[in-house]
């Protein structure tokens, strides 16, 4: 809001109304309208003159910009809440900044706890002014109100702040460790104060990034050494392990890694050879048993059905005949006095006759005898050829066990061999570390090198760097040594016309008795005696020199724009001897045509010196009489007084 173009504009506030609501301290409703010239608060003590100067400030600039003062301030107005009526207060202030109409009303309750709404309106926006600005919190409103006022931190605000409200508390501005700069930026052209001000910025961020860019050259230089020194230590251990090592040697650890190599290969073959053959002998015996299963099962099926041929001849169930014919099948035997009758018994099973009598088999009775025949040479036939698979598997484990032997031994050799070039090798094992170690240190010398051209040229890179920012930092204070030569021109001619006017003031507040000057260090002299501390003075004097200052930089600065800035000046005749109250109000009436000076009193003669040149009309505009708000004694004697004065 507060700049044109990329130039902050400076403009300090103008209040048009200050609003009081629901504050103990008043019996009604407060309003006050300062206007250009001299305005007084009078009243004695406890009447609210000091309330008043708060609330502007508070107003404003919410009385301070420090948090903790701010709760503290929040609390002094809560605890003045005319509660019968409603928990809180309002305090409303309405004021120009520049072309911009700021209202911020400020509501405080009885808790400590407050709300705030600020309105920036610019009245040529629209035919009824616009709203351009809308802020709830003191934050926001401080941030905005810098820019408004063209300042460039809460700092600068704060000075502004204390510059404009010189209350009770007497915060000198003429002693202040930042006053030179500030009055110097409030007063000389924006543009000017821009340009130098860019250069010394400039200067110091070019300082900085030398300063940063020096500090990196500094590292790497200092990197280089270290790299460089580790690389002749890696030469000098490299070139030493080239001693150490002898052709021979080297060329017989190779020759010993060639066969090392080749044993290796050959073993992991015979190895896979070997796994190939016992997964073939694993198969082979899964069958071999799946024969021989099926070749048990075929003998039983044998006996079954020869069992049951036999049990078809005798026609018996009888436990006792079945063991006979078993005896007679299986033994070949006479059960009873064990005469060998296998010759009989095949004699007669190959003419197909009974085994028991020798009768032909013919009767109805026994048929089905041919049929179990049949099935017992078929099944004969099929185990005789699961005999023959099984001898041919046999016959193939047998081969392949031969062909695992043979692997073994094979692979024994091998082993036997490769044990022995590992011996070899391991009595080499101290030349083949040391070619290790070569290699580890040929490999980090390599790498070693690389960072040093690589920080080589980082370090020639900072150094042009340096040169070029020493060139530009010579040319940049060059150019702010002629702004400087320029800014002290405008400074002498600026401060000229501030230690004329606050010489004047000084002059003229103590009937001529105090010479004083201004240099252009902001430093006050009195009768050609420097003034470089606040204690240097008597109470008096301080608070001449430091109002004078005040008003001669304000007035100057009204002077060169179209600014009619508000000044508070709180009871400055409690300090002033009582024969100087005269002058010192003939000295504020002559600064009053450019701003509005707000002035509190309690001394009526004061207060009539201050406003005497005004009319009647004018007068009862210009004061705001407290001394209703007073003690009996107050009412009963102020009041009239004023009232017949002002009339």
């Known amino acids: 809001m507060a700049e044109e173009g990329s130039v902050r504009v400076k403009t300090l506030p103008e209040l048009k109304l200050l609003r009081i609501s629901n504050l103990t301290t008043?019996?009604?409703?407060?309003?006050?309208?300062?206007?250009?010239?001299?305005?007084?608060?009078?009243?004695?003590?406890?009447?609210?003159?000091?309330?008043?100067?708060?609330?502007?400030?508070?107003?404003?600039?919410?009385?301070t910009l420090n948090r903790t003062d701010e709760e503290v301030s929040a609390r002094y107005f809560a605890s003045r809440i005319k509660e019968r009526e409603r928990n809180s207060l309002d305090v409303i202030t309405s004021f120009m900044l520049g072309k911009r109409l700021v209202t911020a009303?400020?509501?405080?309750?009885?808790?400590?706890?407050?709300?705030?709404?600020?309105?920036?309106?610019?009245?040529?926006?629209?035919?009824?002014?616009?709203?351009?600005?809308?802020?709830?919190?003191?934050?926001?409103?401080?941030?905005?109100?810098?820019?408004?006022?063209?300042?460039?931190?809460?700092?600068?605000?704060?000075?502004?702040?204390?510059?404009?409200?010189?209350?009770?508390?007497?915060?000198?501005?003429?002693?202040?460790?930042?006053?030179?700069?500030?009055?110097?930026?409030?007063?000389?052209?924006?543009?000017?104060?821009?340009?130098?001000?860019?250069?010394?910025?400039?200067?110091?961020?070019?300082?900085?990034?030398?300063?940063?860019?020096?500090?990196?050259?500094?590292?790497?230089?200092?990197?280089?050494?270290?790299?460089?020194?580790?690389?002749?230590?890696?030469?000098?251990?490299?070139?030493?392990?080239?001693?150490?090592?002898?052709?021979?040697?080297?060329?017989?650890?190779?020759?010993?890694?060639?066969?090392?190599?080749?044993?290796?290969?050959?073993?992991?073959?015979?190895?896979?050879?070997?796994?190939?053959?016992?997964?073939?002998?694993?198969?082979?015996?899964?069958?071999?048993?799946?024969?021989?299963?099926?070749?048990?099962?075929?003998?039983?099926?044998?006996?079954?059905?020869?069992?049951?041929?036999?049990?078809?001849?005798?026609?018996?169930?009888?436990?006792?005949?079945?063991?006979?014919?078993?005896?007679?099948?299986?033994?070949?035997?006479?059960?009873?006095?064990?005469?060998?009758?296998?010759?009989?018994?095949?004699?007669?099973e190959s003419r197909r006759l009974c085994i028991f009598c020798g009768h032909e088999i013919g009767a109805p009775s026994i048929r089905g005898i041919e049929e179990l025949n049949r099935t017992i040479a078929e099944e004969r036939k099929h185990e005789q050829e699961l005999k023959q698979s099984m001898l041919q598997t046999m016959s193939e484990i047998s081969e392949t066990d031969a062909t695992t032997r043979k692997i073994e031994a094979e692979t024994n050799s091998a082993q036997e061999k490769e044990n022995a070039v590992l011996n070899q090798l391991g009595q080499l094992k101290v030349s083949e570390d040391l070619e290790h170690q070569a290699k580890v240190v040929e490999r980090e010398l390599q790498s070693v090198r690389e960072k040093i051209k690589e920080d080589t040229s980082s370090y020639e890179s900072l150094n042009r760097s340096l040169d070029k920012l020493r060139t530009e930092l010579l040319e940049t204070q060059q150019l702010q040594e002629k702004g400087r030569d320029i800014a002290r021109n405008k400074m002498r001619e600026v401060f000229g016309k501030v230690s004329a006017r606050f010489a004047q003031f000084v002059k003229a507040a103590t009937n001529g008795e105090l010479e004083a000057e201004l240099s252009p260090d902001t430093l006050p002299s009195l009768k050609g005696r420097k003034i470089f501390a606040v204690d240097d003075v008597s109470q008096f004097e301080r608070m001449v020199l430091d109002t004078g200052f005040r008003l001669a930089v304000i007035s100057c600065l009204a002077e060169t724009s179209d600014l009619k800035p508000l000044i508070v000046f709180e009871t400055p005749d409690d300090i002033a001897d009582e024969s100087y109250l005269r002058h010192l109000a003939r000295a504020f009436v002559a600064f009053g045509k450019d701003m509005s000076i707000l002035v509190t009193s309690s001394n009526t003669a004061f207060m009539k010196a201050l406003l005497e040149d005004y009319d009647s009309a004018s007068r009862k505009q210009r004061l705001l009489d407290l001394s209703v708000s007073g003690t009996m004694t107050q009412k009963s004697y102020y009041f009239p007084l004023i009232t017949e004065w002002i009339s």
Not at 34 to 57: D, E, H, M, Q, R
């Open 105 to 348: 009303k400020r509501t405080l309750y009885s808790s400590g706890s407050g709300d705030l709404d600020v309105q920036v309106v610019d009245p040529a926006a629209t035919p009824a002014g616009g709203v351009i600005g809308s802020y709830s919190t003191s934050h926001d409103y401080q941030r905005a109100l810098c820019e408004m006022m063209g300042l460039e931190s809460n700092k600068e605000v704060e000075f502004v702040l204390n510059l404009l409200l010189a209350d009770e508390d007497r915060h000198t501005i003429l002693w202040h460790e930042d006053c030179e700069r500030m009055v110097l930026k409030l007063l000389v052209p924006q543009q000017e104060y821009a340009q130098l001000d860019w250069l010394e910025r400039e200067i110091e961020k070019k300082r900085a990034e030398i300063s940063t860019v020096s500090t990196t050259a500094q590292a790497v230089s200092k990197r280089l050494e270290q790299e460089e020194t580790v690389a002749r230590f890696l030469e000098s251990g490299s070139e030493k392990m080239k001693l150490d090592r002898s052709d021979e040697t080297v060329k017989e650890i190779t020759s010993l890694r060639s066969q090392r190599d080749a044993l290796t290969k050959q073993l992991q073959k015979l190895h896979r050879e070997m796994a190939r053959k016992l997964d073939a002998k694993s198969t082979k015996l899964s069958e071999l048993t799946k024969l021989q299963s099926d070749r048990d099962a075929a003998l039983a099926k044998i006996d079954s059905v020869e069992l049951e041929k036999y049990k078809a001849i005798l026609h018996s169930d009888d436990p006792e005949g079945i063991h006979i014919v078993k005896h007679l099948i299986h033994e070949k035997s006479c059960p009873f006095c064990q005469a060998d009758l296998s010759a009989s018994i095949a004699e007669r």
């Open 26 to 63: 008043f019996q009604h409703d407060l309003d006050l309208h300062p206007l250009v010239g001299l305005n007084v608060i009078f009243g004695g003590n406890y009447s609210g003159k000091t309330t008043i100067v708060n609330a502007i400030k508070f107003g404003l600039f919410g009385l």
